[in-house]
């Protein structure tokens, strides 16, 4: 179903600077859009044209199929369904107080007190800043000030949240934590759009990506079919994403299936194709026609462990102890992940869990589940990309546990299943709190 739609737009500043040439692009309900493109191109131009801030001189806007009207109480009943993120807080953040500053757009949409302050709370708590709602907002670091900025647009619980360039100037880990925020508003059903000229960034995580040089949207279509073709990325003056670029290079080399673009480091993992003989040092009792166990990762013997370790065929052995062995196909035993979902948290059952099942891995996904890990002393090893990271350690044999909450839980279930039906390898996954149901 498509959302937001502009036909042939056009617009330019009033000092006669053209910033957007005749642009039509059509954005689905519920998908991750990114608009990719270098300083210049015509991005934050856009972004303020799809929610009314700038008339365009040529052309029309469409939301769910109607024109954009430009009298003050369509352009609020557009604003509060389509929120803008600047790339700068600042400019977004003027309030004394974070909880004033993200109950400024409720309160303006006319809600009584009461539902005002359900809903700042509520958001604050999802965002993870309710320890901080007395703070002035110039207090905070650049990460914090952007999930305040978001705040206050979730808050008016618009259909559409546009982001202009929402990692820009953030640390890793306040990156991170914004993307997580992203994802899981996605995931309950919020159209995102983003700006960026990250290509990885875009590349990792758009469902649908538009690219954008000089006022124009120069090419469109899956982030694949994007980035995969350099004729494009030439004419916008970007680079190939780096999980492609390694992809390409051990593609020449002739080490992986024949399958197209892995999107991340699970994907890339997956396309490379196994050995099938290999050289191992094994002990003097081995002989032709044992089986053993070898490390994955490492070629070595591996006897003790079940972990990343295959089964292979011992064909050949020579005298100082080489011997040229057969990988065998079955797939090699997984670790496994458990999802520990954090709306019943415990900390006395959560240790139990750890003990129980021995785990050896523990990732926290959302602000929410980092927040009570850290403030129970309970070692995060994985704090970003954490379901992807926990694939991989199972993959090597870890027991892993992650940490989260709402429906970050099916949006983990949903990743690992996706991963296991395209790699064919089985990871044991549960949602582990034995309580929930009480
Ligand atoms: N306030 C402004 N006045 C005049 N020209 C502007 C203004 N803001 C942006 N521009 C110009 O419009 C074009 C598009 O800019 P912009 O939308 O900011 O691109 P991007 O966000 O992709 O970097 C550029 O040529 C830029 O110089
Ligand atoms: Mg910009």
Redesign the pocket.
């Known amino acids: 179903m498509v959302i937001l739609e502009t036909k042939h737009l056009s617009f330019s500043?009033?000092?006669g600077?053209?910033?957007?040439d005749n642009i039509s692009v059509v954005i689905e309900k519920g998908k991750k859009i990114a608009?990719v493109?270098?300083?210049?191109?015509?991005?934050?131009?856009?972004?303020?044209s799809m929610n009314g801030t700038h008339r365009p001189k040529k052309g029309e806007i469409l939301f769910h199929g109607k024109p954009m009207k430009y009298d003050s109480k369509s352009l609020r009943e557009i604003r509060k369904n389509i929120g803008i993120v600047f790339?700068n807080s600042d400019d977004q953040i003027f309030a004394p107080t974070i909880y004033q500053d993200v109950a400024f757009g409720p309160t303006n949409l006319g809600y009584s007190k009461d539902k005002v302050e359900d809903i700042v709370n509520k958001t604050l708590e999802y965002v993870g800043l309710t320890h901080l709602k007395d703070k002035p907002p110039h207090h905070l670091s650049g990460g914090q000030k952007k999930r305040v900025a978001i705040a206050g647009i979730v808050a008016m619980d618009p259909e559409v949240i546009i982001l202009?360039?929402p990692l820009a100037n953030l640390d890793p880990v306040g990156a991170d934590e914004v993307m997580d925020l992203l994802n899981e508003l996605n995931y309950f059903g919020k159209t995102i759009i983003i700006?960026t000229?990250d290509v990885n960034l875009a590349y990792g995580w758009a469902d649908y990506v538009f690219l954008?040089n000089e006022?124009k949207v120069i090419s469109e279509g899956t982030p694949e079919a994007i980035f995969m073709h350099d004729d494009n990325l030439k004419a916008a003056y970007l680079r190939r994403p780096v999980t492609l670029e390694i992809y390409e290079e051990i593609k020449r080399r002739g080490l992986v299936k024949p399958q197209c673009c892995p999107r991340d480091i699970p994907d890339l993992v997956h396309s490379l194709r196994s050995q099938q003989l290999l050289w191992a040092k094994v002990p003097s009792e081995v002989k032709e026609g044992d089986y053993i166990n070898l490390g994955i990762l490492y070629g070595d013997y591996a006897p003790e462990s079940g972990y990343e370790a295959a089964n292979c065929k011992v064909l050949h052995v020579h005298e100082d102890g080489l011997a040229i062995v057969e990988m065998d196909r079955k797939p090699y035993r997984a670790g496994s992940i458990g999802i520990y979902d954090t709306e019943y948290y415990s900390k006395d059952e959560l240790l139990d869990i750890i003990d129980r099942d021995e785990i050896e891995c523990i990732g926290a996904m959302g602000k929410r589940s980092k927040i009570l890990a850290e403030g129970d002393e309970i070692y995060l090893h994985i704090t970003a990309g954490v379901v992807d990271r926990s694939i991989l350690n199972s993959l090597a044999g870890q027991r892993c546990l992650i940490l989260t909450n709402g429906g970050m839980v099916g949006h983990a279930l949903e990743r690992i299943k996706d991963y296991m039906q395209k790699s064919g390898i089985n990871i044991p996954v549960t949602v582990v709190n034995p309580n929930q149901e009480s």
């Not at 493109?37 to 303020?48: A, D, E, H």
């Open positions: 500043y009033p000092d600077t053209l910033a957007l608009f493109g270098r300083n210049g191109s015509g991005k934050s131009t856009l972004f303020l790339q202009d360039e700006s000229h954008m006022h």
